[in-house]
């Protein structure tokens, strides 16, 4: 049965690894194997540290724009409940005025 621990890697190790697959010209899965870490992490870090120096897919986000992304969406589903609560509001004191 499979774990759902996924195992965390600092900020350092992560640029440390992608240095040393764009500097040896080896391939993701060697490095991969050398540092003891899946070849997936390793892809997905080399991608995004791609798209972080401009060098991604054209409309690919870099790490900046995708945290201020995340900090947005978050923000407009805060904004979204604050405004189903006031609705609620607005109709609770509509009905009691009626009375």
């Known amino acids: 049965m499979g774990s759902s621990y996924t195992k965390q890697y600092t900020a350092e190790f992560k640029r440390d690894a992608v240095a040393l697959l764009d500097s040896t ?8 194997r050398e540092l003891g870490v899946s070849p ?3 892809r997905g870090w080399y991608k995004r540290a791609k798209a972080d120096r401009g060098e991604g897919r054209p409309g690919e986000l870099t790490s900046m724009e995708r945290d201020e992304l995340k900090r947005l969406r978050k923000q407009n589903a805060e904004q979204a409940r604050t405004i189903e ?6 109709v609770l004191f509509a009905k009691e005025s009626d009375r």
């Open 25 to 32: 010209g080896r391939t993701v899965t060697e490095v991969a």
């Open 85 to 90: 609560v006031l609705r609620k509001a607005a």
């Open 40 to 42: 997936e992490p390793l």
